[in-house]
């Protein structure tokens, strides 16, 4: 080791970062810079020379990018003064000159190019324990809060403030809500056309005034104070159907939030206040980013209630046998008209759970059916002329509209959407979060 060292000193002017790192798989528990200092030591006591002190910022290999450390995390924290964050990680961009240096240095001391470990990874560990200890937070590999990028040619410390997501269920209460902004076909959303505002949507650039999105994102993204926000649903109701009963999970997620550890209830209160009881949002909760992906992914069933009237008069003993033949049936079927044309149509089997009616009168009955996601209901009992199978109406040999169609529950199929893994503790009082001392 200590002809090692004496080899490495050898080659100029060297810091004690540069000296310690080709022997940084050695003595767990010392920085690199401890390791240069230990050698420096024991070459001067075995030779009986003077010691001299490491090189500091006229160290040929790193140009003194160790003396820099501190100054780097102050930056760093300078960056993000406004955020509020509690896990971050560091990358560098190391200049290549001082790369090629770091292989030079092992290679004019006859030692193995890749011993020890590369200068890119003890200055982000560097950099980084430092940034933990000036903004009082945690390293997290995986998704931080905040990702630092130390460009050390361009002299630059840039951070990406990842997004922030809120959990919940909402009911929505009245028709002709959409889930999300939908954009006016007409004028595409400009709200005009040629010079004069889009007849269509009264130049709003709307086709609905609001949408479930647009009555809970914007005070998420308020209160988080972010640039920008998306909602996620698991899955979504008919623009004229009612979400009731327990409603539909959601995720709303905030781009470069300056707040996060929101007190969640409030958030509820808030939204509630300001969707005026079109849409109603409960069990609102801070949650990690994967649950965007949960809501979308889950397999869910999902229980709905139809409003059906009948073209020809229906006896209650016929219609409770359709229903007998339908609780439980696989039922096939191919893409409905109504539904986007840019999906490709095909044929599909959904199985239809739990099937059960009442009959109003001649002409009219109330239909409940616990199907699997994916399951469209309309088409169910109207049989969609032939394109459903089987159908209420093709068992009942007559016509069979939904006139209503509300959504009571949407579970998930083999487990609950809400897992306690996916949740964060929020900035309730007493709760973990912005009072966190370490
Ligand atoms: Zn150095
Ligand atoms: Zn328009």
Redesign the pocket.
Known sequence: MLDAARALLATGP??D??LGRPFAERSFGLGNDERGHGLRVAVALADDDDFQQGAGGD?W??EGV?ERLDEFAERAADVVEDYEFSTYQVGTRVPPLSEENDRLLREDAELATDVGEPLRKELNREVGKRVGRVTGTDVDFERPHVQFLLDVDADSVEATVNSAHVYGRYRKLERDIPQTEWPCSDCRGSGRQGSEPCDTCDGSGYLYPESVEQLTAPVVEDVMEGVDSTFHGAGREDVDALMLGTGRPFVIEVDEPRRRAVDAERLEADINAFAEGNVEVEGLRLCEHTMVERVKELNATKRYRASVEFGGDVTADDLADAVADLDGATIEQYTPNRVDHRRASKTRTRVAHEVTSELEDARHATVEVHGAGGLYIKELISGDEGRTEPSLAGLLGVEATVTALDVLAVEGGEEPFEREEFFLADGRDGADGEDDEE
């Open positions: 060297l810091c970062h540069c160290c290999v790193c160790f």
